[in-house]
């Protein structure tokens, strides 16, 4: 399986407005100044400037840093830099324009080939069963990431957690996300770049690039266990490997995945000072409900998950401003497939690693059954929080206080787990403490 290159195009796959720039002309194109008033031009804003040709600006034209333009421009000045071997003919030259008139030009933008809907399927086609695990939502997440907004940097975290049994699933994982990415979006890249994350040398080197603005886009899935002392960067949204078996029809690089893919990353959705507002009042509304201890394991799922799984939904529905809508398709995204990772989070050994789970396992997202003691452990955490005044109530104390109504310590883990998969209570410190999840009321 080859990877396309964007830069080594000759036929495409080239996005609509790739394809718009490269037919008005050789002269048209973004920026990108390489000297004092000395510029070239890209013909997409995903490639290096096209070096062979250098614009020379006079002093009374401005134009500015990635502006898509059109020239006017002299007759060119070539310069040799070498020739073929015993003859006069020039192997390699560049030439040299006098920009005489500049019109700055709007992008069009026509609409990819494949809608929303065929997009999400193509990208789990190879996986049988992938769209119950949200499969297709979490790759559709991380390729088309989130621009930089005042809410954080660029890019889409995730982790992935192989609970299907299948052997070798995150490798397929990988091959399948490698095979939709452009050569150049999987490895270091200025604009975007989607990195796979197994140790702390992967985490330290892509920490590095996003400080020092080395990547304006920086997406990444945790493969593998990581120490979690090493300031691991946050995530956003889980992703779950347990419907879904690896069944491949085809592994060739997809051309309208990867045109559905430019042009989303093409779209930097306005955020207005009042979406801002509105974010913030929606993550406190559904805080407890994404807290990382409701899963009982400490993985950094960040607080902008909100802002960023929307601002992504955004590319996907081709929408150029962030919407009350999209705020709201983001809280349901996040909540459907966190808690499809909450429901099976007691089952596994380790993100990275393989748990085949037992057939009694039940993944529904409805609530279960709760056993014969849940709701008297449920009552003492409410006793200890509202009567007591408590923050938490330990799982030393809980046993203690039904010790005398003769459920035993294991009754009462068993109780806890159940009361956490069922959104009741929220746990922290390795499932050490607990509390009702507070409902907050608009």
């Avoid at 975007?192 to 590095?208: H, K, M, P, Q, T």
């Avoid at 396992?361 to 955490?381: F, K």
Wanted: net charge neutral; proline share 7%.
């Amino acid at each position: 399986m080859a990877q396309v290159s964007l830069l080594s195009r000759t036929n495409g796959p080239w996005a609509g407005f790739e394809r718009k720039v490269i037919a008005a002309g050789p002269h048209v194109g973004w920026v990108k100044f390489s000297g004092l008033r000395r510029f070239n031009l890209r013909k997409s804003p995903f490639l290096p400037a096209d070096t062979r040709r250098t614009y020379h600006l006079p002093e009374d034209i401005e134009i500015y840093e990635d502006e898509l333009v059109e020239l006017e421009v002299g007759q060119p000045l070539r310069r040799i830099s070498s020739l073929e071997k015993r003859s006069t003919f020039a192997r390699d030259f560049e030439e040299h324009y006098l920009v005489e008139n500049v019109r700055r030009r709007s992008l069009e933008m026509p609409r990819p080939y494949l809608d929303r809907d065929e997009f999400l399927h193509r990208l789990v086609e190879n996986w049988k069963g992938g769209e119950a695990d949200h499969l297709d939502k979490a790759l559709a997440l991380q390729m088309l990431s989130c621009p930089r907004t005042p809410l954080g940097p660029g890019g889409i975290g995730t982790q992935s957690f192989d609970l299907s049994g299948e052997p070798k699933a995150l490798d397929h994982l990988r091959r399948t996300l490698v095979r939709h990415l452009p050569l150049e979006f999987s490895r270091p890249n200025g604009r975007f770049e989607l990195a796979f994350l197994s140790s702390r040398e992967d985490i330290s080197a892509l920490r590095g690039r996003i400080a020092s603005d080395r990547v304006e886009e920086a997406s990444y899935n945790y493969l593998k266990m990581v120490d979690p002392s090493h300031h691991p960067l946050p995530q956003q949204v889980p992703t779950v490997l347990y419907n879904a078996s690896y069944a491949p029809r085809s592994t060739e690089p997809d051309p309208d995945v990867i045109e559905y893919q430019l042009y989303g990353l093409m779209l930097r959705p306005v955020v207005s000072d009042a979406m801002i507002g509105q974010i913030e009042s929606t993550l406190n509304d559904i805080l407890e409900e994404s807290d990382p201890t409701y899963a009982g394991y400490n993985i950094p799922f960040d607080q902008d998950a909100l802002a960023k799984i929307a601002m992504a939904l955004c590319r996907l529905y081709q929408k150029d401003r962030l919407s009350e809508d999209m705020l709201d398709r983001s809280r349901s995204w996040f909540k459907e497939m966190y808690r499809q990772f909450a429901d099976l989070r007691m089952y596994y050994s380790r993100p990275g690693g393989s748990t085949r789970l037992s057939p009694e396992v039940d993944t529904s997202y409805a609530h279960r059954v709760l056993g014969p003691h849940d709701n008297e452990v449920l009552r003492e955490i409410y006793r200890g929080v509202n009567e007591v005044g408590l923050d938490y109530v330990s799982y030393a104390g809980l046993k203690k206080a039904l010790r005398p109504k003769k459920i035993t310590a294991s009754q009462v883990r068993d109780s806890l787990q159940r009361l956490i998969s069922n959104g009741l209570i929220i746990s922290k410190e390795n499932d050490n403490l607990f509390r009702p999840v507070r409902r907050f009321v608009k």
